[in-house]
Antibody
Framework: QVQLVQSGGEVKKPGASVKVSCKAS????????INWVRQAPGQGLEWMGL????????NSAQKLQGRVTMTADTSTNTAYMELRSLRSDDTAVYYC???????????WGQGTLVSVSS | QSVLTQPPSVSGAPGQRVTISCTGS?????????VHWYQQLPRTAPKLLIH???NRPSGVPDRFSGSKSGTSASLAITGLQAEDEADYYC???????????FGGGTKLTVL
């Protein structure tokens, strides 16, 4: 069965960086893209960016460009999202999600809570 | 301010029918991009409920249905059950933003 398993929660200080991993199993990793989506406490879902596991092409949300880097390791079927220059408003649960045909997200990771506080 | 607009909340009694609207624009829903719907139970990851405007993934009850017209889409839930109490999100793609967009979410309360 398809599974996306994310790394554990993180506590960071403002200005630091965080790197979240998303290990995929149960399907051909390079056949699908991975989107990163975050959810601030009590708020809605926000798309952060996409990485193609096939060719490593990425596309990120304009507001995060310059601060976010997405990578994929096809040897371990793991996608990574690194966010730099963290601010308090980056506190959120970060999800990875597989991008299915037609652009839906058919499988999601369990979420990783990143807390940014001084 | 979300690109896709949803009502913040809807409610209904058990057994009733409710609908949740999702209004976009000519650069997303109106441009022909598909709309997808997700259900998020408290403290859990979103779950795909409807894909491609009106298609239910395997295992999703037929009480859930989706439709799309023009720049809007709707999710209908019939025969409301207590377990349907959750947050619901619509999602599409936006050509102006070159990225995926979500609605702000709608909290469904089963009275």
């Amino acid at each position: 069965q398809v599974q996306l398993v994310q790394s554990g929660g993180e506590v960071k200080k403002p200005g630091a960086s965080v790197k979240v991993s998303c290990k995929a199993s149960g399907y051909t990793f390079t056949s699908y893209g991975i989107n990163w989506v975050r959810q601030a406490p009590g708020q809605g879902l926000e798309w952060m960016g996409l990485i193609s596991a096939y060719n490593a092409n990425t596309n990120s949300a304009q507001k995060l460009q310059g601060r976010v880097t997405m990578t994929a390791d096809t040897s371990t079927n793991t996608a990574y999202m690194e966010l730099r220059s963290l601010r308090s408003d980056d506190t959120a649960v970060y999800y990875c999600a597989r991008v299915a045909k037609l652009g839906s997200h058919d499988y999601w990771g369990q979420g990783t809570l990143v807390s940014v506080s001084s | 301010q979300s690109v896709l607009t949803q009502p913040p909340s809807v409610s209904g009694a058990p057994g009733q029918r409710v609908t949740i609207s999702c209004t976009g624009s000519s650069s997303n829903i109106g441009a022909g991009y598909d709309v997808h719907w997700y259900q998020q139970l408290p403290r859990t990851a979103p779950k795909l409920l409807i894909h491609g405007n009106s298609n239910r993934p395997s295992g999703v009850p037929d009480r859930f249905s989706g439709s799309k017209s023009g720049t809007s889409a709707s999710l209908a839930i019939t025969g409301l059950q207590a377990e349907d109490e959750a947050d619901y999100y619509c999602q599409s793609y936006d050509s102006s933003l070159s990225g995926w967009v979500f609605g702000g979410g709608t909290k469904l309360t089963v009275l």
